[in-house]
């Protein structure tokens, strides 16, 4: 079981003190933050990817390098990358070139992202955003997948035709980084991860438990449906949002006006109403560590779980004591997820199990 972060990078004015970070205060934020996670014994971090105000989530690849150099174990993720507005061809040689530099420490997640936006800003519809997942995504794969003199000779709806391309860098040791497709109600997303076999992250922020199990359930019968395993075997990934103070009453109160106040949620149902209905866990370390335990009774025994605990305008010092509370709890929380899961259940895929998987076994002759 993965356990980690993600950030969505937003820069908002704390409501607290009236004060908004500057831009470069919230990027070296986020890196501080990552190291600090790394220092807790998390196992991922991962980021956004946001081209317009108020995020400074743009450019992941450059963050995750940055912080890679810095780090040593954490793997560093993203959360997620547009497979809608970014060329594949970058994507395949960003992601692979990050590869190298961190020495497989990196994966990917992809989305379609929830800024309308951003489609004309590089040249895409809106309308078409489920079209050029599917099509986009198809292209990567074969980019990283087919190597050779001739290239890969390609044509589709939405972008120039590719005529004898061979991304580079190539992935390390031969084996792409694993993707993850992230969704919060496309069921088209979930099939897509079914029927190549990747990973399915539900963003887990915003939804019912109800909704959350329907579409990790529906990943799950795909997955088996495509021949990848039994559907207990798919590999899922669930978001979350949690704040954490040793006397919960004390938790809510401290994180309340952020709540009222978020720019994604604030001004609308209460914080009683949002921790009722959704997965966001506000309360003590001990609270924290049941609601997310019992994930398990609707998404089944999964492989990663990333928590939100930056957004909203809290400032850095209050972000890197809920890592703190999140260390003391991790013991428990690997203990609690370990426990009853059964043996066929697979971990997390990372670079080494990949690559061992992909190396033929050696028989003496």
């Keep these: 079981m993965q356990i980690g972060i993600f950030t969505v990078g937003d820069v908002t004015p704390d409501p607290t003190t009236g004060r908004t970070p500057t831009e470069h205060e919230r990027i070296k934020a986020t890196v501080e933050i990552a190291k600090k996670a790394e220092e807790v014994g998390l196992d991922v971090f991962a980021t956004g990817e946001h081209h317009n105000p108020p995020f400074i989530a743009s450019n992941p690849t450059a963050t995750l390098a940055y912080i890679g150099a810095l780090t040593e174990r954490i793997i560093l993720s993203t959360a997620t990358t547009l497979i809608t507005t970014t060329d594949p061809v970058l994507i ?22 929830n800024t309308g936006p951003v489609y004309p800003w590089f040249g895409k519809d809106i309308r078409q955003g489920i079209n050029l997942a599917i099509e986009n995504y198809a292209l990567l794969r074969r980019l990283w997948s087919e190597e050779g003199d001739n290239g890969v000779d390609w044509e589709g709806r939405f972008r120039t035709p590719l005529q004898g391309y ?79 103070h040793k006397d919960s009453q004390e938790a809510v109160r401290q994180f309340r006006p952020y709540f ?25 370390p001990q609270q924290v560590l049941e609601r997310t335990l019992s994930f398990r009774e609707y998404a089944g025994d999964y492989q990663r779980q990333l928590f939100l605990v930056d957004h909203a305008g809290l400032p850095l010092k209050t972000v890197l004591e809920q890592l703190d509370l999140l260390g003391e709890i991790l013991p428990e929380l690997r203990k609690g997820f370990a426990e009853g899961r059964p043996d066929h259940v697979p971990d997390a895929p990372t670079h080494a199990s990949l690559v061992a998987a992909a190396t033929p076994v050696q028989v003496d002759a």
């Design 260 to 284: 009222d106040n978020a720019p994604v949620y604030g001004h609308g149902p209460t914080l009683e109403e949002f921790t009722e209905h959704t997965p966001l866990t506000v309360g003590s």
């Design 166 to 244: 061979s991304s580079t860098p190539r992935p390390l040791a031969g084996v792409a980084p694993f993707v993850w497709h992230g969704s919060i109600r496309s069921p088209e997303i979930a099939e897509q991860a079914a029927y190549y076999g990747d990973g399915y992250f539900h963003n887990h922020i915003f939804w019912p438990a109800s909704h959350a199990a329907q579409m990790v359930n529906l990943y799950r019968e795909r997955f088996e449906h495509y021949g990848h395993g039994r559907a207990d075997q798919a590999i899922v990934g669930l978001g979350g949002q949690i704040f954490m």
């Design 92 to 113: 395949a040689e960003d992601y692979a070139k990050l590869q190298h530099l961190t020495d497989g420490r990196n994966d990917l997640m992809m989305g379609r992202g």
